[in-house]
């Protein structure tokens, strides 16, 4: 059983940063595609970014340029840096994963990947950091 565990929210600043940990336990495959969600109250999960097996990433363009997604060496513990956060931001955050061999992605043609993702290529949820971004 995937059970994933996240950690890392809290109060910041509009303009500061803040780097969310996932601890992932219960794999069984090589492969994998892991990625974060936001969700505000009333709102679907908003798909945030993705890595894959073989490092690749991709964002979604609010995003893009201001949130990094790494892995601990080849560790199961995964990272998602926030930098300069806008209130925008502020969303209760999830990570999750899969285990087929890639992301669903899309290339923007500079070298940079949209991350297409949705809610429902995924089964198995943390229970959730909250980020909250005053202006």
């Known amino acids: 059983q995937v059970h994933m565990v996240e950690s890392g929210g809290g109060p910041v600043q509009s303009g500061g940063s803040l780097r969310l940990s996932c601890a992932i336990s219960?794999?069984?495959?090589?492969?994998?595609?892991m990625a974060w969600f936001r969700q505000t109250p009333g709102n679907q999960r908003e798909g945030i970014g993705s890595?894959?097996?073989?490092?690749?990433?991709s964002y979604v363009d609010s995003v893009n340029g201001r949130f990094t997604i790494s892995q601990h060496g080849a560790s199961t513990t995964f990272y998602l840096q926030m930098n300069s956060l806008k209130p925008e931001d502020t969303a209760r955050y999830y990570c999750?994963?899969?285990?087929?061999?890639?992301?669903?992605?899309?290339?923007?043609?500079?070298?940079?990947?949209?991350?297409?993702?949705?809610?429902?290529?995924?089964?198995?949820w943390g229970q959730g950091t909250q980020v909250t971004v005053s202006s």
């Open positions: 219960g794999w069984t495959r090589d492969t994998f595609c």
């Open positions: 999750t994963a899969h285990m087929g061999p890639s992301c669903r992605r899309y290339t923007r043609g500079d070298g940079s990947y949209i991350f297409l993702g949705s809610e429902s290529d995924f089964d198995t």
């Open positions: 890595i894959d097996t073989y490092g690749g990433t």
